[in-house]
């Protein structure tokens, strides 16, 4: 793939990014990486049922490893703006057969070749965690060939029905996967010293993926919620939304279900008992996209084509391998401080998965607003009325335009954004009143309101506002951003000259990459194509009008219509198919993780931060969103 002079230099460009983005990153993968997504809970009558899902799961991986290795992945290409433009594949074929491996001052990646040796005989296998112990399963052997749905079931219920009964506590080795990545790095060496480890490790850096048969955790890991929010839609038992996203982010710690994990493998699928499921993805192979379609692909085959549980026949198939771990004393003594270390950093998250209920994206296109630009003010409007100032902003843009491309950073933080915000809080500072906390008598009802700025001068600066965002998005989009560009040039000073250019070392650029607010957006994918065309066409013609009414904001000369239908069309391109969510931890101490997930008559948002922050509250920065949205909707409905 790289085998022109040209392609080097792109390979070390990508990897400019990739190391400073993940591979030079000290910080441990849960809650500070690691995103963790719920899927829909299933309803499982017996382990069988259990058993039964994880087997169609799994086949339906095995299934879409055998075609990308046969070379019938379908090209993406740009929707509009050179349309037909290919956009990059590679990320697509780093998730399966994956994993990361930690390093004492920069992490690397182990990747499976893109394609089948046609004379390779290699076993395919995925690696099983239940009760903190280990198993290698075969999917597809040289001397047997790929297992059955039934015979990969009749292995997980091996593995169920073994992992209860071995005496003796086993190894956490998982844990060590949760700790700062140069602590890890020395301890896998250490591991390594040791043949059979040797061995345990590399089945698990070759798995396919890694699956985790956990047991629920207990409700009371739910975050503080507020008076007046709105119910899980999903629950397992007691255990509502909240609950089930600790699970997939990092298993709830040492005494639950954190040693059930391999934090460092891309993809970790994460089945309880009760029917709650997810994936737990190691995010320096891929962006969401990926992993969301790759998901929902094999999901939707499960829902389209239900089976019938008649039990798991009784195979005569070798019991899968059990992985046996062998450590001296001093890594029995890592065991005790890992497992003090990750409940530290799970007691100290902050995390609220909280549904907005009073509209969704359909009023939101009714506006003529695109959903993720309006979103992303109502983020910086609920962060001006809790704090009296804006941050630096992180959402992610799309460059796969470009070989390699990944992401640029969309920066929301904009002084039209200010502006609007200022007046949308009428001139008030930090902690201004929230509607929602209000508990009006009827006197207090009775009294008059007052308001210094008209609602017409509030809807022109959210126009402008929204121009503003838009021509911010559109530019990363199409690789005019600034991040990525700065990026190169820091690399390239230290490469050049040995040292940082005084423009990297000044206070101003460091204050610009701490993300204090750090955001992303999932979309969901029911209906989407309904009445698509009319809402682009409406919403373009809109903001082609607005760009032009604020003078502040320049658009590029040659942005026309097809541009900003790219944007669209590109907002939409990352969908969940099922009422799903994800969610990840704040990328700062002091800072807010905030994702979303539009959905025609609500909105799905995943509030983080940290407990030991005195500033920061995710049910708080949620019940701000809450009157946000409440008060934008006032201002925009006529």
């Known amino acids: 793939m790289y085998s022109t002079p040209r392609h080097a230099t792109l390979r070390q460009a990508y990897y400019y990014w990739l190391n400073d983005m993940y591979m030079n990153v000290r910080l441990p993968l849960p809650i500070n990486s690691n995103p963790g997504t719920v899927f829909p809970q299933r309803h499982f009558r017996t382990v069988h049922d259990v058993a039964h899902f994880a087997a169609r ?94 015979e990969i079931a009749s292995q997980i219920l091996y593995v169920l029905s073994d992992a209860p009964c071995l005496p003796g506590k086993p190894l956490p080795v998982g844990l060590l996967t949760a700790e700062p990545r140069s602590q890890w790095a020395v301890d896998r060496e250490a591991l390594q010293l040791d043949e059979r480890n040797q061995r345990n490790l590399e089945l698990i850096e070759t798995a396919l993926v890694v699956l985790c048969l956990d047991e629920p955790l207990n409700t009371n890991f739910n975050a503080r919620g507020f008076s007046g929010a709105t119910p899980s839609v999903h629950t397992a038992g007691d255990r509502d939304e909240t609950n089930m996203a600790h699970e997939m982010l990092h298993g709830g710690g040492s005494e639950f279900n954190s040693a059930n994990r391999w934090f460092d493998k891309t993809m970790q699928l994460i089945i309880c008992t009760d029917g709650s499921w997810g994936l737990c993805y190691e995010h320096s192979t891929s962006e969401g996209i990926a992993v969301v379609q790759l998901l929902e692909k094999v999901y939707k085959k499960i829902e389209e084509h239900p089976q019938e549980d ?40 902050d995390f609220y998965v909280y549904r907005y209920k009073g509209y969704g994206k359909n ?9 993720d630009v309006y979103i992303q003010l109502a983020l910086q409007l609920a962060y001006y ?62 009294k008059v309101k007052f308001s210094i700025y008209s609602k017409d001068h509030l809807r022109e600066l959210f126009r402008c506002a929204v121009a503003r965002q838009t021509e911010v998005m559109v530019k990363n989009i199409l690789g005019n ?3 990525i560009p700065l990026l190169g040039l820091r690399e390239a000073s230290v490469e050049v000259t040995g040292e940082l250019h005084e423009l990297f070392t000044d206070e101003s650029y460091k204050i610009s ?21 009319q809402h682009q066409h409406q919403y373009l013609k809109h903001v082609s009008h607005l760009a032009l009414s604020c003078s502040a904001i320049r658009l590029p000369s040659d942005m026309i219509l097809s541009d900003l239908r790219a944007v669209w069309l590109f907002r939409t391109q990352v969908a969940f198919t099922t009422d799903s969510f994800m969610g990840y931890g704040p990328v ?51």
């Not at 499976?112 to 597809?140: A, F, G, T, W």
């Not at 994702?595 to 005195?614: G, K, L, M, R």
């Open 588 to 638: 700062t101490p002091r800072g807010y993780g905030c994702s979303y997930n539009p959905h025609p008559d609500q909105i799905v948002f995943c509030v983080s931060a940290f407990y030991d922050c005195e500033d920061t509250s995710a049910s708080r920065y949620a019940k701000s969103l809450q009157d946000s949205l409440d008060i934008m909707r006032d201002l925009l409905q006529n």
């Open 310 to 349: 008649n039990g798991v026949p009784q195979h005569h198939l070798p019991p899968p391998e059990r992985l046996e771990w062998h450590v001296n004393d001093k890594l029995q003594q890592r065991f005790v401080q890992a497992a003090k270390s990750v409940d530290r950093a799970i007691d100290n998250l």
């Open 363 to 371: 009023f939101v296109k009714s506006c003529q607003v695109s959903p």
């Open 481 to 483: 951003g600034i991040d």
């Open 513 to 533: 990459q701490c993300f204090l607010l750090s955001t992303s957006q999932l979309l969901h994918h029911q209906e989407q194509h309904q009445h698509q065309h």
């Open 385 to 446: 009325k809790l704090y009296g100032h804006l941050v630096a902003t992180y959402e992610s843009a799309s460059t796969r335009r470009f070989l390699l491309g990944r992401v640029d950073c969309i920066r929301a933080a904009s002084t039209e954004a200010l502006e609007w915000a200022k007046a949308m809080c009428q001139g008030e500072g930090a902690n201004v009143p929230l509607e929602s906390d209000r508990e009006e008598d009827e006197e207090d009802a009775r």
């Open 57 to 150: 799961l799994l086949d339906g991986l095995v299934e879409h490893k055998e075609m990308l290795e046969s070379g019938q992945l379908p090209q993406e290409r740009a929707a509009s703006r050179e349309k037909n433009q290919p956009l990059c594949m590679a990320q697509y074929y780093r998730l399966l057969g994956s994993c990361r491996r930690p390093g004492v001052e920069r992490d690397s990646q182990y990747l499976p070749s893109r394609q089948k040796p046609i004379d390779s005989d290699e076993d395919r296998h995925v690696v099983v965690i239940c009760r903190n112990q280990m198993y290698c399963v075969v999917l597809q052997a040289s001397d047997r060939g790929k297992l059955t749905e039934s």
